[in-house]
């Protein structure tokens, strides 16, 4: 846990973090994480809107991308290994001349990434505590190793571009394939993508001659910078929001959905929740909800909760594929 390294690190290294200083914040995982930091010197850089509103509401300079310096940039970091590593390439040109510190979980790799670059440069500090570790060395990125690189697109299929660190980088995910598959060719009208990710679903979408419109909502920027290279036609109004929060300009005719169960790495069933909460809050009356879940996911309590006919109409042995229908949520007519 980061806060926890954090007070510990204060006090091997005090002047670390003196007023005077500009920080750069990589990457943090949950608000908290920023109580110790003034927004009056520190730069948030985050991709994840959950994070970038808030902190910038509460008077952070908020960016989801780089160019300028700062004495000192803190990188929590991600799972992707490939991403971490361009976190602190990152970090390291914007901390030019400064200080680095790496902060993240042993579930997450920081203990081989911290290896690999022990190779090349000498840390101030590298300290486990929490189940993880942090670590400071003094700027040299010139001397990171030199197969790291920033924002490379991968190519997927010949066909689709991803960014490291968003979900399914290096493949299409099968959940979503077979959902793509049990989709009618005739879904017409204006429909969203909940949770776009890199755009597999609403590629498809976009190319179904009686789709007009589809909004592709995702939380992640990186994930729908992406999906703007996937995605070709003007049929598609790419969103950067919370599903949970997002209301669609006028109800909508159907709403796909490869929902998220995670938070933070732990099982979140209740994420997956508030999709079909949202989907039923934002569908015409005679609206559809098409959805991929894994099998074990038990989401038939709330899908009954929030429409009145669910089945399942598709899977195999590790996904269902589920069409619900009336939603209950509210009760409008097409305008
Ligand atoms: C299981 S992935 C599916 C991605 C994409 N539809 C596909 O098939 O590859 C779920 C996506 O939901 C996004 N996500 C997670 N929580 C979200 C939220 N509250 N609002 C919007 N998107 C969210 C994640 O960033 C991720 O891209």
Not at 112 to 123: M, T
Not at 218 to 240: G, H, M, P, Y
Request: glycine share 6%.
């Amino acid at each position: 846990m980061f806060v926890k390294r954090l007070s510990v690190l204060k006090d091997i290294l005090p002047d670390l973090f003196t007023a005077n200083k500009t920080i750069c914040f990589i990457n943090p995982q949950d608000l908290t994480d920023l109580n110790c930091f003034s927004n009056k010197n520190t730069v948030v850089l985050t991709d994840d809107i959950r994070l970038y509103s808030p902190l910038s509401d509460a008077g952070y300079n908020c960016k989801p991308d780089v160019n300028f310096l700062a004495d000192v940039s803190i990188i929590l970091l991600p799972k992707s290994k490939e991403l971490a590593r361009e976190l602190i390439l990152l970090g390291s040109t914007i901390a030019n001349k400064g200080y680095v510190v790496i902060d993240g979980d042993k579930n997450d790799g920081i203990v081989s990434i911290i290896k690999e670059l022990q190779k090349k440069i000498s840390f101030e500090v590298n300290l486990s505590k929490a189940h993880g570790k942090i670590a400071v060395c003094k700027t040299a990125s010139g001397n990171l190793p030199s197969t790291w690189h920033t924002n490379k697109f991968n190519k997927i299929n010949n066909e689709f571009v991803t960014l490291a660190g968003v979900f399914s980088s290096d493949h299409v995910d099968p959940g979503s394939k077979l959902l793509k598959d049990q989709l009618p060719q005739n879904l017409n009208g204006s429909g969203a993508d909940f949770g776009a990710g890199w755009g597999f679903l609403t590629n498809f979408l976009e190319n179904l001659e009686l789709v007009d419109n589809i909004f592709a909502i995702d939380t992640s920027k990186r994930a729908l910078e992406c999906a703007v290279k996937n995605c070709n036609t003007s049929k598609v109004e790419f969103v950067w929001d919370d599903v949970q929060q997002w209301r669609a300009p006028k109800p909508l005719d159907f709403v796909v959905m490869n929902p998220p169960f995670h938070s933070n790495g732990k099982v979140d069933i209740e994420l997956g929740e508030g999709f079909i909460i949202s989907a039923a809050k934002n569908l015409l009356r005679n609206g559809k909800l098409y959805m991929v879940s894994n099998r074990h996911l038990p989401y038939e309590n709330i899908l009954y909760r929030y429409f009145g006919n669910s089945k399942e109409i598709g899977g195999d042995n590790r996904f269902k594929i589920i069409l619900a229908e009336k939603p209950l949520a509210v009760s409008r007519k097409k305008t």
